[in-house]
């Protein structure tokens, strides 16, 4: 009730605004410099200002290069690995502005993902074994590819704690559909795509019977296996195919990070692995823990993979199925030379595959340096037989020595590289809290090293897994952030920090703090690749179809037949037809809801309340919401988006007649 005057208030507050610019310009330009230098204080000129505010020359360029006055827009996207948080956080470039969180794998409360409407089938699509799965460990998002450039189509994320793949849609920033791995338990080595977005890798982490049957630990070596599942994706209908999809059975050796091989080394995968030694812990037995076991090698291994061999026997029919997956055994892709190994220095991480395609680089936790393996080289390597041995599986390894085309003395602990236009590379060395930067080209000349704040984990570059990226930035994506933010208790911010590096020197351009989980990778493109829609063709539901059950205009109505009760509404601003639902308790419920809107961003959002459904509106989107009337009572239903003047006045009543006790 009191709101009411207070948006006629600012209604007329717009519209003298409006009045003004229009009828003034040059007084209104005016006003604004006024505006702006009182907004100085007491302060006349810049200096005066940087003095103020004790900003130092190089803040100030710093500033003026990441600063997106109201109404520009930003040069490029990221796409950020929400973490714990399970979704995806949508930033642009200079400007670090966060622009959407796209719900993925968790429900989303604002974009109704998750809460009774058509996007609950895509979240069930993702439930493994007997168990609802709502949360998600997101580790790696990739921009499907088109020769090897981002295309600015779909989006792929794994869920490292559930083994999942899930697609986003890029027109319209939606999750689309969510697989679950059948084999493995957790995954890491994903959502890696092919060059031209064939496939979809995803490879397991921790070591488990293909198919998560129960084996006992003592069975490690002879029972526990890891993965490789490539998804193979069908771009016209925009979704995995998993049928068309296929496996490869690897050793259990903690497989991480995985990267596709590009222009000469396309066809070819890579994976790097740690805990080749098999360390299984036993705290409580009195062994050592599995880190201490798992860095007793001095090498672990790269698996190097032939894919498109792999999918020529895969159509032979040379699989055996496991959980109703055609996989590829290691009796078969070993001999075959479809998995060949190679040594890997002191607990790897990060296996990044150059712009050329000519190297993939891996770094070491516990090791100072990077390797660069010389694709060309293994290829070789591998079509002469030219091996030093095999491993207990069977598998063939290649010497280090003839592997590579070698090593950089980076600092400790180098991560994961990333690569500019110019034949720069850029590690996150994780101990020295540092970007390294390099030449993959030319490893003679000197590594430059930038300070980030603190600890940096994965890093991320403009274009930066294309085969042309675009230089300009990197962005270091920093673990911890222990005096560069207000404090918000002992749980802090990650941060991601822009760094230019357009120049002959790296420099740090700004912070970000991401508050709400633990990314790990993202991927930034140019913002003119993406062709985002404004709103849904009338009738569209969240599988991006026009939905059967979609509610034109004057074709509202309620259909019972007996406990089952469906309701076909509209919502337009600013009223929902019916506004009345009365319904029996027990009846089941199904509200069919169509947006009439036509106009960009005249978004409503449907709730009852206390029933915990919550749909979100765009304009022309049908939702399907089915529930149980399970609670008998009075209930209001309301729109959730301040919609127009009268948004509050876009409600009515769900009422629950009581059973006769
Ligand atoms: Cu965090 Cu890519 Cu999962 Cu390295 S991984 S940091
Ligand atoms: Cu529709 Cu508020």
Redesign the pocket.
């Known amino acids: 009730m009191r709101a009411y005057p207070l948006v006629v208030t600012s209604l007329v507050a717009t519209g003298i605004v409006a009045v003004v610019a229009v009828g003034c310009q040059n007084q209104h330009e005016a006003n604004q410099e006024a505006a702006q230098k009182t907004s100085l204080g007491a302060s006349s000129s810049v200096q005066d200002l940087m003095k103020a505010r004790n900003l130092s020359e190089a803040d100030v360029e710093a500033a003026l290069k990441t600063y997106v006055p109201t109404g520009k827009m930003d040069e490029y996207y990221i796409f950020a690995s929400g973490g714990q948080s399970g979704n995806v956080d949508v930033i642009g470039v200079p400007s670090m502005r966060l622009l959407k969180v796209i719900g993925v794998f968790t429900p989303e409360s604002w974009q109704g993902w998750g809460f009774g409407g058509e996007s609950d089938k895509i979240l069930e699509g993702g439930n493994q074994g007997i168990h609802k799965i709502r949360w998600a460990d997101m580790?790696?998002p990739n921009l499907s590819e088109t020769k090897g450039d981002y295309d600015g189509q779909y989006l792929f994320v794994n869920d490292?704690a559930n083994a999942r793949v899930a697609v986003v849609d890029l027109k319209d920033f939606a999750t689309k559909q969510i697989v679950p791995n059948p084999l493995a338990a957790s995954d890491?080595g994903g959502a890696f795509v092919t060059p031209d977005t064939d496939y979809v890798i995803e490879t397991s982490q921790y070591p488990a019977p293909l198919g998560r049957e129960y084996a006992p630990i003592t069975d490690y070596k002879a029972k526990y296996r890891g993965v490789a599942i490539f998804w193979k994706f069908d771009r016209a209908k925009g979704r995995i195919d998993p049928s068309k999809s296929w496996a490869l059975e690897l050793p259990p050796y903690t497989q991480d990070?995985a990267d596709a091989g590009k222009l000469g080394s396309d066809g070819w995968a890579y994976i790097n692995s740690f805990n080749t030694e098999m360390a299984v812990g036993g705290t409580m037995e009195g062994k050592p823990p599995i880190e201490s076991g798992a860095s007793q090698n001095d090498m672990d291994y790269l698996h190097v993979i032939n894919w498109k061999k792999a999918e020529e026997l895969v159509n032979a029919g040379k699989t055996k199925t496991i959980a109703g997956m055609r996989v590829l055994t290691m009796d078969v892709s070993g001999p075959e030379g479809v998995l060949t190994l190679v040594g890997e220095p002191k607990s790897p991480?990060?296996c990044d595959v150059t712009p050329d395609g000519k190297m993939v680089i891996v770094g070491g936790k516990l090791d100072t340096h990077t390797t660069l393996y010389d694709t060309a080289k293994m290829k070789d390597l591998i079509a002469q037989k030219k091996f030093e041995g095999k491993d207990d599986y069977g598998i063939p390894i290649m010497a280090f020595k003839d592997a590579i085309d070698g090593q950089v003395e980076i600092g400790l602990g180098p991560?994961?590289t990333v690569f500019d236009d110019k034949g720069g590379a850029y590690t996150s060395v994780f101990i020295e809290s540092v970007v390294a930067k390099w030449s993959y080209t030319d490893l003679k000349k000197p590594v430059e090293k930038l300070k980030v704040h603190y600890n940096i984990?994965?890093i991320l570059a403009a274009e930066g897994d294309t085969v042309s990226p675009d230089g300009k930035y990197v962005v270091a994506m920093n673990k911890m952030s222990m005096d560069r933010f207000l404090p918000v208790g002992p749980l802090y911010p990650q941060n991601f920090q822009l760094v230019d590096i357009a120049g002959e020197k790296m420099r740090l351009l700004a912070d970000m703090p991401i508050a709400n989980a633990e990314p790990?990778?993202s991927q930034m493109i140019k913002a003119d690749k993406i062709k985002a829609e404004k709103v849904y063709k009338s009738g569209t539901n969240a599988t991006g179809e026009i939905d059967p059950n979609r509610v034109e205009g004057g074709k509202e109505r309620v259909v019972r037949n007996g406990n089952k009760v469906e309701v076909f509404m509209t919502a337009i601003r600013s009223h929902f037809t019916p506004d009345r639902i009365e319904v029996d308790e027990g009846d089941d419920v199904t509200i069919h809801v169509t947006s009439l809107e036509a106009a960009e961003d005249q978004t409503h959002g449907f709730t009852i309340d206390m029933y915990n459904v919550n749909v979100s509106l765009e304009p022309g989107k049908h939702e399907n919401l089915s529930f149980k009337a399970d609670m008998p009572g009075t209930y209001p239903m309301y729109c959730t988006e301040f919609c127009s003047a009268l948004h509050l006045e876009m409600t009515g009543y769900f009422l629950v007649k009581p059973k006769k006790r």
């Open positions: 580790h790696h490292k890491h990070l991480h990060g991560l994961h984990g994965h790990h990778y």
